[in-house]
T-cell receptor
Framework: RKEVEQDPGPFNVPEGATVAFNCTYSNSASQSFFWYRQDCRKEPKLLMSVYSSGNEDGRFTAQLNRASQYISLLIRDSKLSDSATYLCAVNGRNKLVFGAGTILRVKS | DVKVTQSSRYLVKRTGEKVFLECVQDMDHENMFWYRQDPGLGLRLIYFSYDVKMKEKGDIPEGYSVSREKKERFSLILESASTNQTSMYLC???????????????FGPGTRLTVL
């Protein structure tokens, strides 16, 4: 089993839709969780950290479910500019482990 | 803003050549990382360093070495490049947290290396 797993997608959604991605992790001792966004041929950029109580940043909501060992990212009112690959990251033993990413395509 | 820069955006080398990829960060971060990213495989950690002259192997260190002579600079070396090392190479740094490297990482723009 991979340390961090994501559905690769692609998720094809119309503008204005709500879309959610999950990311499962295997290390129950993990303490740090992040979502990164990566545009085509660019570097990953931090989108948001994921806190135990969940957190929201505008149209983006991140949540952590420790019991089931997954984190989620919800995007409301999708924009064309949200099209990207979304990577989750979870701390493993002395390193940050990244998922392979979920592709989101928002279409008009 | 954290700035991580990499020496080249695109690089083409021949099999057997020695290749140096340079990474510089300007935020006084202790931790620095080298990843490669391939379609379907995501980001794979090659090496990381949590202090000057310190280095630790990541998940795929074979065929690579690193150098950290100064805090702001972390170099990745391909001693004898091979075609299976054609990839996107990403450098990252993160704020100090001792040897625990679970903190936010900031990435450079990447170097797309092609080995012919």
């Amino acid at each position: 089993r991979k340390e961090v797993e994501q559905d690769p997608g692609p998720f094809n959604v119309p503008e204005g839709a709500t879309v959610a991605f999950n990311c499962t992790y295997s290390n129950s001792a993990s303490q740090s969780f992040f979502w990164y966004r990566q545009d085509c041929r660019k570097e990953p950029k931090l989108l948001m950290s994921v806190y135990s109580s969940g957190n929201e940043d505008g149209r983006f909501t991140a949540q952590l479910n420790r019991a089931s060992q997954y984190i989620s990212l919800l995007i409301r009112d999708s924009k064309l500019s949200d099209s990207a690959t979304y990577l989750c990251a979870v701390n493993g033993r002395n390193k940050l482990v990244f998922g392979a990413g979920t592709i989101l395509r928002v279409k008009s | 803003d954290v700035k991580v820069t990499q020496s080249s955006r695109y690089l083409v080398k021949r099999t057997g050549e020695k290749v140096f990829l340079e990474c510089v960060q300007d935020m006084d971060h202790e931790n620095m990382f080298w990843y490669r990213q391939d379609p379907g495989l995501g980001l794979r950690l090659i090496y990381f360093s949590y202090d000057v002259k310190m280095k630790e192997k990541g998940d795929i260190p074979e065929g690579y070495s690193v150098s950290r002579e100064k805090k702001e600079r972390f170099s990745l070396i391909l001693e004898s490049a091979s075609t299976n090392q054609t990839s996107m190479y990403l450098c990252a740094s993160s704020p100090p947290q001792g040897r625990f490297v679970g903190n936010t990482q900031y990435f450079g723009p990447g170097t797309r290396l092609t080995v012919l």
